[in-house]
């Protein structure tokens, strides 16, 4: 669960950081740009592949996973231990 926690923060800090760019807040550096053109190519930014699972999925694909995974988790930590485990959902199986 760690794992995805720092995916997630990463994530949701590099977006954050990425619409003040946009919005001219901050400035645009070389990492938010390659971010930017990952995202409209409808990639997996490589300032979330350093710190997420293993993927050859193209963005959508991958962010349906992510959302897959962490619902796993969150219904494991919700109702307890399950009857099944997702072994591909973990993090590094």
Avoid at 27 to 38: G, K, V
Wanted: hydrophobic share 45%; charged share 25%; glycine share 6%.
């Amino acid at each position: 669960m760690d794992k995805f926690n720092r995916l997630l923060n990463r994530m949701r800090g590099t977006l954050e950081d990425l619409e003040k760019a946009i919005h001219g807040i901050m400035l645009m550096s070389s990492d938010l740009d390659l971010m930017f053109l990952s995202l409209q190519n409808g990639k997996v930014p490589d300032l979330w592949t350093d710190v997420s699972y293993l993927s050859m999925k193209p963005l959508a694909s991958w962010f349906d996973d992510l959302i897959k995974r962490c619902e796993f988790m969150n219904d494991w930590l919700v109702n307890g231990q399950p009857n099944a485990f997702w072994i591909s959902g973990f993090f590094f199986p």
